[in-house]
C-alpha cells in the first residue's frame, strides 16, 4: 500500500472493502490524527509488520480512475534513478485537490467536480488546413510513421524548419490509427502552452486537447489531469510535470526543444523530464520524438552513435534564408545605451523599411548593481555572494526603484544615501532589459517598444499580449531575454542584436558554451523567418502592400568582446553539426558527460567550513565503501570501468554562488564512466550518508545540468 509521502506503508483491508481495493486505486488511510488520500501500490496476504499496529485503511475512493500499472513503472523507474522515495516521485505528480481527503460530509465528490469542470483547450481561429509539406518534412514523417513500438529519433531542424508542423502531421497519423491514443507534447515553457494549446486545437479538432503546467488554478490543474487519466483527452501538451501524468493509451512522445534547461527540476526529485519521456517511451513500447534546431549534446552524441535516429530539417520552410551573422568588436568602441553604432544603425535602417527588430540581453532588470563611486560602496546581497539589482517597479514619475536579489528575492527600498559614506550620488552600472528599454526610447523616439522578460511574465497574461502585439505588428522594437528567443514566428522581424554575449565563454560550468551557442543559435533564428520577406519568394507580401527592395535576408548582430572565438565562426556558418562534434570532442578528451557519468552531492549550512566538513566525511566514507566492496557488492563497478577506478570522488569545493539565501553552499561531484556502477555506489553511500550527524542538510542531483 503506497501512502503518499515518503515510501510504502501496510494497510489492513475489511473483508467488505477487499473487492473495491485494486492496485492503482485510491484509498483514504489514518494519517497520525488526521487523514490522508493514499494510492494503493500493491496487494499482500502479509505484513512484516506487527499486526497489532497495522492500522485498517477507512474508505476507498470508489469514483477515481484506477492509475495503470505502466504508471508505477514510471514512478519506481524515478525513485530509482534519483534515490529518492516511492511517495515523494508520485505526490507531486497528482493534482493537490484530488489528493485531499473528502470532508466526512462532503457533497459530491472532487473528482465528480474535477469532470464537470473540464473545457478542452480551444482553438482561436477556425479548423486550419495543414500547409503540404515540403521533401525533409515528408522525409522526417515517413521515418517517424514506420516507427513499430519503441524507438528514439533526434529532429534536429533549423530554426524555421516546419519542426512542429511535422510533429502535428505525425501525432494526427498516431491518433487516427488508434482509435484510443494519447499522444504527449512536452513544451519548455508555460508561455508556450496557451498559444501551442490553441495551434494544436485548431488542428485537431474532433479530439479534446488537455494542457498540463504548474501555472494552472488548481481545479483547472485537477481537470485536465483527470481528462488525461481517464484517456478523454486524446492530446495531452504540458511541461515538465506532464512526463509524470499517467495516461492510460499513451502512442506517442513528442519533446520540442528537448535541449532546454527547463525540463530538469531543480528541487525536490531532481529529474529530467526529456530522459523520463524516454524511459517512459520505452516501457510503453511506443515511438518518442526529440526535436531541437540546437540539441543537447547527449542527444547529439547519442544520435551520432546510432542509438537514436536522426532526421534532419536542413532548409527552412518556403525558401527563407538563414539570417547573416555580423560580429561587432567591442574593444574601445563607445557605446550608447549597450549598443555599438553599427547596431544602431542597423536598427535604424530596419525601422525605416517598416520591420521590426529583436534586442537581446540577458539580464532583467534596470542595472545589475548600484554603486557609490566615491567609497567603492556596491549593492551586495546580504544573504547571498550576488548583487542586489536595480529594478524599476512603477512606470509612474517619478519613477520608483528597489534593489532585489535575483537569488533570493529579497528587496529592499534604493538608499537615498551610500551606506558606507553617505555621498548621495549612487550610480547604476550596466545595463538590463528595463534600461535598455529605456535607451531605446530616447534612441527612436516615437517608435513602440516592448519588452518581454519573466518580470512582465510575472502579470498573468502580459506575455501573451507582448506577443500578441509583435505578431500583428504593433511593435517596432522588441527588447527582453530568452524568453523571446524561444519559439516564437514573427514575421515582420529581421534585425537581432545581441547587447552582450560573451557570458558563457569563459564560465567554469563546462556546459557554458553549450547553452550560450543554443541560445544565440535561438535568438538569432528569429530573424528573417518570412519565407517572402527573408528569402527568394516573390515582392507580393501577405498584407498586400508591395516591398520595393530586393528580398531582405534576416541579419544578426552579435556584440563581443571576442569576436575570433572559434564558437563565433560556427554560429556563423549556422553549423550546429560543427560546434556539437568539436565540443564533444573536447569533453571526451577531458572525461565530461556524456562521455563520464555525473551526480553532484550539495551541502548547505550555516557556515562554509560545516557544509566541507559534511562532504568531507561523506568522501571517506564513500572511499572505506570502495575499499571494501566485495566481488559481489561494489567490485562488480570495477570490471565497467575504463580506468580500474570504478567510482571517483572529487574533492569538495564551495559552490560557485557559495551564498545562498544565508546559507553557505558546497559541493562534492561524483563520477563514473558508465551508469551503473555509479547507482551501486550510491546504494551503498546514501544509507551511509543519512547515518552521519552533521548540521548541514544536503541533497543528491543525478546528472546535474549546473556545476
Ligand atoms: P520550427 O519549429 O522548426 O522553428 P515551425 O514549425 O514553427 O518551425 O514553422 C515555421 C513556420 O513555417 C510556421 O509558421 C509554419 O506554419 C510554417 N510552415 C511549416 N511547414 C510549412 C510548409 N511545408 N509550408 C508552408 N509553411 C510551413
Ligand atoms: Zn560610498
Ligand atoms: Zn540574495
Not at 517619478?398 to 529592499?412: G, I
Not at 545581441?498 to 560550468?509: H, I, K, P, R
Not at 566541507?612 to 566514507?621: E, I, P, T, V
Amino acid at each position: 500500500m503506497a501512502q503518499l509521502g515518503a515510501s510504502l506503508f501496510d494497510y489492513s483491508i475489511a473483508p467488505a472493502q477487499a473487492p473495491a481495493v485494486v492496485p492503482g486505486g485510491w484509498v483514504v488511510v489514518p494519517w497520525g490524527r488526521g487523514r490522508r488520500v493514499g494510492l494503493v501500490a500493491g496487494l499482500s496476504d502479509r505484513s512484516e509488520i506487527d499486526p497489532a499496529r497495522v492500522k485498517p485503511l477507512l474508505s476507498v475512493l470508489a469514483d477515481a480512475p484506477v492509475l495503470p500499472p505502466p504508471w508505477f513503472e514510471l514512478v519506481r523507474f524515478c525513485g530509482d534513478y534519483y534515490h529518492r522515495g516511492l511517495g515523494e516521485v508520485a505526490l507531486p505528480a497528482i493534482p493537490k485537490l484530488l489528493r485531499t481527503p473528502p470532508a466526512a460530509r462532503a457533497r459530491g465528490s472532487a473528482f465528480v467536480r474535477a469532470r464537470e469542470r473540464f473545457v478542452p483547450a480551444a482553438s482561436t481561429q477556425a479548423a486550419s488546413l495543414p500547409p503540404p509539406l515540403n521533401d525533409a518534412q515528408r522525409a522526417a514523417l515517413d521515418a517517424l510513421r514506420a516507427a513499430d513500438g519503441f524507438a528514439v529519433f533526434l529532429l534536429h531542424g533549423i530554426t524555421g524548419s516546419g519542426k512542429t508542423e511535422v510533429y502535428l502531421h505525425w501525432l494526427a497519423d498516431v491518433l487516427a490509427r488508434d482509435a484510443r491514443g494519447q499522444v504527449l507534447l512536452l513544451v519548455p515553457e508555460i508561455a508556450l502552452t496557451p498559444q501551442l494549446g490553441a495551434q494544436v486545437a485548431a488542428r485537431f479538432p474532433g479530439h479534446s486537447v488537455a494542457v498540463l503546467h504548474s501555472d494552472l488554478a488548481d481545479g483547472d490543474r485537477a481537470a485536465h489531469w483527470l481528462a488525461a487519466v481517464e484517456g478523454r483527452a486524446r492530446v495531452v501538451i504540458g511541461t515538465r510535470l506532464a512526463v509524470l501524468a499517467p495516461l492510460p493509451a499513451l502512442a506517442a512522445i513528442v519533446v520540442d526543444e528537448e535541449h532546454d534547461a527547463s525540463y530538469k527540476q531543480q528541487e525536490g526529485v531532481r529529474y529530467s523530464a526529456r530522459d523520463l519521456a524516454i524511459v517512459a517511451a520505452s516501457q510503453r513500447k511506443v515511438p518518442i520524438a526529440l526535436g531541437s534546431a540546437t540539441p543537447s549534446l547527449e542527444s547529439w552524441h547519442a544520435a551520432r552513435r546510432g542509438r537514436y535516429r536522426l532526421l534532419a530539417l536542413p532548409e527552412r520552410v518556403g525558401g527563407a534564408q538563414l539570417p547573416t551573422l555580423d560580429r561587432v568588436d567591442l574593444r574601445g568602441r563607445k557605446l550608447r545605451c549597450e549598443l555599438a553604432p553599427e547596431s544602431i544603425d542597423a536598427i535604424g535602417e530596419v525601422l525605416a523599411r517598416g520591420e521590426q527588430a529583436l534586442v537581446f540581453i540577458n539580464r532583467r532588470g534596470y542595472a545589475p548593481v548600484l554603486a557609490c563611486e566615491s567609497c567603492g560602496w556596491l549593492s551586495r546581497c546580504s544573504d547571498c555572494s550576488a548583487y542586489r539589482v536595480l529594478h524599476r517597479i512603477a512606470a509612474t514619475r517619478p519613477s520608483r526603484y528597489r534593489l532585489v536579489c535575483h537569488h533570493c528575492s529579497a528587496e529592499q527600498p534604493v538608499p537615498r544615501a551610500c551606506p558606507d559614506c553617505g555621498n548621495v550620488d549612487l550610480t547604476a552600472l550596466g545595463r538590463g532589459t528595463q534600461r535598455l528599454e529605456e535607451g531605446l526610447a530616447e534612441l527612436f523616439p516615437g517608435r513602440r517598444i516592448a519588452r518581454l522578460d519573466r518580470d512582465v511574465a510575472r502579470t498573468r497574461g502580459a506575455a501573451q499580449k507582448v506577443i500578441d502585439a509583435a505578431h500583428a505588428g504593433d511593435v517596432d522594437i522588441l527588447v527582453g531575454t530568452q524568453m523571446l528567443a524561444k519559439g516564437h514566428d514573427f514575421r515582420r522581424l529581421t534585425l537581432v542584436v545581441a547587447v552582450d554575449s560573451d557570458g558563457g565563454l569563459f564560465s567554469s560550468d563546462f556546459r557554458a558554451p553549450e547553452r550560450m551557442f543554443a541560445t544565440l543559435m535561438q535568438v538569432a533564428g528569429r530573424a528573417g523567418r518570412d519565407p517572402l520577406r527573408g528569402g527568394a519568394g516573390s515582392s507580393d507580401v501577405d498584407d498586400g502592400s508591395a516591398v520595393d527592395a530586393a528580398p531582405l535576408r534576416g541579419r544578426v548582430i552579435v556584440q563581443t568582446r571576442f569576436p575570433d572565438h572559434p564558437l563565433f565562426d560556427y554560429l556563423s556558418r549556422h553549423d550546429f553539426a560543427g560546434f556539437a562534434d568539436a565540443q564533444l570532442a573536447e569533453r571526451r578528451e577531458v572525461g565530461l558527460p556524456p562521455y563520464r557519468f555525473q551526480v553532484l552531492l550539495r551541502a548547505e549550512a550555516a557556515t562554509q567550513a560545516e557544509a566541507l566538513a559534511f562532504l568531507a566525511q561523506a568522501k571517506g566514507l564513500g572511499e572505506s565503501l570502495q575499499s571494501s566492496a566485495t566481488p559481489q557488492g561494489l567490485a562488480c563497478a570495477t570490471a565497467d570501468s575504463l580506468s580500474g577506478e570504478a567510482v571517483a570522488l572529487l574533492d569538495p569545493v564551495p559552490m560557485a554562488m557559495s551564498r545562498l539565501a544565508g546559507r553557505e553552499r558546497a559541493q562534492l561531484l561524483v563520477e563514473a564512466n558508465s551508469r551503473r556502477p555509479l547507482h551501486v555506489f550510491l546504494r551503498a553511500w546514501l544509507p551511509a550518508l543519512r547515518e552521519v550527524r552533521s548540521p548541514a542538510r544536503w541533497q543528491l542531483d543525478v546528472d546535474p545540468l549546473e556545476i
